[in-house]
Structure formats: structure tokens, C-alpha cells
């Protein structure tokens, strides 16, 4: 009897283990995300915090970079967001997409302009910004968009964020923590890194998509190349934790 209820302890144990390593909301990373379709991507960047990361392209021809971000909200109808900040390496000035579930199960992303830490704006951004959309599988957000940065830019200020839910009749985001990992997400990218692979990256399939027309000058190129991503290491990319009050927001 004693054996039994051993061997039934240790079988529950050994489950449970199993399934933590199979957990559908593990990390984003650079080296578990699936792709299909012809999207392409030069590089991949672990992000440092929020397990998140982010597929992305600079494009000297048209000063375009394109972007794929993958990330996690802390609960499972919550929210994640990236964007970049134009002015400043901080929240305030930031413009940022945000994604998110409607009450349908329909992942969209909104627009927002963070002009100071009590301000959160939604609509047009400050810069160009175009084929904006969003997937959510696996307990996981994708957000797809390709931005326009000032000709010869050699870096760009990202800043990213996760939170609970979304209030569906207001379209404002729940407060997110404001300890730990959430205030350190933001960093600087650099788009001097000389891309050396070619990856497969998706289209987005489902989903929500808004400001779908792009300029004139966006190319798009033919797949010639694998599956093999070079991962830039969050070390080389500067970085450090947002500091200051605010409402909410970072």
C-alpha cells in the first residue's frame, strides 16, 4: 500500500513537471518562435526582459525597418506593446503599438502616443507606419509593422511593455506593474549591425490589420534563403531601466 501511494506521488510529480516544460505561454525567444509564409527578417534580438524578442530588418533604400514582436502578457487576456521613442531613450514621447484580444478572441493592436507619463494618446503616430497587425497562439502576441526612420539613422530608441487586460469599451489598457522587468524595458537598437542571414518569417494570417497601405518606395523581395537566424545578444544593444513617476506607464 505504502509502494502504491509512492509510486503515485512520484507519477503526479513527474506530470506536473512535464507540463511546466511544455507550458504553452514559455518565453519568446529568437529560437522558439514558428514562421511560415514569405516574410522576411535579417535579425533577431532576445529582448533582456518581459520574454520577449523581436525579429527585425533595416532597409537603407526606403530608411525603413521592419518588425516582428513577439511577446507574453502577464495574464492570459492582458496586453503586450512595443514602439519606439523618437525623442527621448525614456517612456515619455514614446509611440507604441499595442495588441490585445477583443472580447471575440479577435487579436488587434491599437496606436498609441505616450506624450508624458500621465498621457496616453491613441491614434496616428508621430512617424510613417504601415502594414500593422497582430496574431495571438500559444498564449503568445505577434505584432507586425514596418516603420519609417530618418534617412541614415544609425539606431532607434525601442521601449516594450506588458499588462493585464484591456478595457473593451474604452480601449485603454490596464496599469502594468511598475517593478522589477517592467521598468527596465527599454533599449537601444542598433541598425549598423550588417545583416549576414536571410530568415523565412510569416505573414500574419489572422488577426487584426490597420494602416494597411504603405508608401510607394516599400519593396518587397523574393525568399532566396533558409531558415537560420542570427541572434543579436541584448549586451551589445545598451539599455538600462525607466525611471520617474507616471500614472501607469513605465
Not at 147 to 172: A, L
Amino acid at each position: 500500500m505504502a509502494s502504491s501511494l509512492l509510486l503515485l506521488v512520484s507519477v503526479s510529480w513527474f506530470s506536473s513537471f512535464l507540463a511546466l516544460l511544455v507550458s504553452p505561454t514559455q518565453a519568446a525567444t529568437c529560437t522558439s518562435q514558428a514562421f511560415n509564409n514569405n516574410k522576411l527578417y535579417h535579425r533577431c534580438t532576445d529582448l533582456p526582459v518581459l520574454s520577449s524578442c523581436l525579429y527585425w530588418t533595416y532597409d537603407t533604400s526606403n530608411s525603413s525597418l521592419s518588425i516582428a514582436f513577439f511577446s507574453t502578457p502577464s495574464q492570459s487576456d492582458g496586453w503586450v506593446a512595443w514602439g519606439i521613442n523618437p525623442t527621448s531613450t525614456k517612456m515619455a514621447g514614446a509611440q507604441i503599438l499595442l495588441a490585445y484580444n477583443t472580447d471575440s478572441g479577435i487579436p488587434t493592436v491599437k496606436t498609441f502616443n505616450i506624450s508624458s507619463y500621465t498621457s496616453l494618446v491613441p491614434g496616428k503616430l508621430s512617424f510613417d507606419i504601415w502594414d500593422i497587425s497582430s496574431e495571438f497562439s500559444n498564449g503568445t502576441f505577434k505584432i507586425f509593422a514596418s516603420v519609417k526612420v530618418p534617412k541614415n539613422e544609425k539606431s532607434v530608441n525601442q521601449v516594450w511593455q506588458v499588462g493585464p487586460r484591456v478595457n473593451q469599451t474604452s480601449g485603454f489598457p490596464d496599469k502594468h506593474d511598475i517593478v522589477g522587468p517592467n521598468l527596465e524595458s527599454f533599449q537601444t537598437l542598433s541598425l549598423a549591425v550588417n545583416p549576414t542571414t536571410l530568415s523565412l518569417a510569416a505573414n500574419p494570417t489572422t488577426g487584426t490589420s490597420i494602416n494597411a497601405s504603405k508608401p510607394g518606395n516599400c519593396s518587397r523581395r523574393p525568399n532566396p534563403y533558409g531558415n537560420n537566424m542570427p541572434c543579436v545578444p541584448a549586451s551589445s544593444m545598451g539599455g538600462g531601466g525607466f525611471h520617474g513617476g507616471g500614472w501607469w506607464w513605465w
